[in-house]
């Protein structure tokens, strides 16, 4: 039985789906090519020297891009899948383990300036303990910088484009209510044996805002990043187009030690 629950306990949804995810960034229009990374490289504007840990990095895309741009970077990943492919993939010097989000024991107190999370905070459960580590290794003038699907905008099963009188909208029927989704990866696929479902967390802003405040850490800045996607000639396009523009899918938060 605790061989049983020392399994469970390392498992992640996204060991899974390792081989979809590196497919998916290999690709030239993806959200993370086109939208995430030119923006993050302009937030962070980073350092040569400057050391970043990239927390749940997956299969390192970001963290080579941080190291191939000057900075000292070490990430740690839950997947021993995501990480066997950034360690095999890798063409920079950066350091990789594989460990839960809330524990990163190969850093010191106070030794990182830098701590980044991209599209990973949704797909943790215990953040309050994420955030406590985040803290104890980040330096007293050291930064933390998450990238989120909107909270606001983006709820998984709770939030939808809609096109009516001409006008496309995002209507959205639930936002407050902290959940728990189970996304379906495989969604053309029948086989209940072979369908492949990740976890999801949606929280608010205000619960972000409490779990920051309960870690002694404080927002000093906030972008708001739209779509790069574009409409094919249609009925819809400028409709569509209008709303990518006004509608942002994804947030990126600086947050410091009070």
Not at 31 to 49: E, T
Not at 215 to 234: C, D, P
Request: charge should be positive; proline fraction near 3%; aromatic fraction near 8%.
């Amino acid at each position: 039985m605790q061989n049983k629950k020392q399994k469970n306990k390392k498992d992640t949804s996204w060991n899974s789906v390792s081989s979809w995810y590196d497919e998916l960034l290999k690709g030239d229009d993806s959200y993370q090519a086109k939208v995430i990374l030119p923006n993050l490289l302009r937030f962070l504007d980073l350092k040569k020297g400057e050391t970043v840990f990239d927390l749940a990095c997956g299969q390192g895309y970001f963290a080579n891009v941080f190291a191939h741009n000057g900075a000292d970077v070490t990430a740690s990943d839950l997947s021993k899948n995501l990480i066997e492919t950034a360690k095999k993939n890798s063409k920079e010097k950066v350091v990789f383990y594989i460990s839960p989000a809330h524990k990163a024991q190969f850093l010191k107190d106070s030794s990182v300036d830098t701590i980044v999370i991209v599209l990973a905070t949704q797909n943790i459960e215990n953040i309050n303990e994420v955030f406590v580590e985040c803290k104890r290794v980040l330096k007293k003038s050291g930064r933390m910088v998450l990238v989120l699907n909107h909270p606001a905008f983006r709820i998984p099963q709770g939030s939808d484009w809609v096109f009516e009188s001409g006008v496309q909208s995002r209507i959205i029927s639930q936002y407050l209510s902290p959940s728990k989704i189970f996304i379906d990866m495989t969604p053309g696929e029948k086989n209940p044996k072979k369908k492949i479902k990740t976890i999801s967390f949606h929280r608010s802003l205000q619960d972000y805002m409490k779990v920051f405040s309960k870690s002694g850490l404080v927002i000093t800045r906030l972008e708001e990043w739209i779509s790069h996607k574009q409409s094919g000639s249609g009925p819809r396009q400028i409709a569509e187009d209008k709303a990518r523009k006004e509608i942002p899918m994804f947030m990126c938060i600086e947050i410091k030690k009070i």
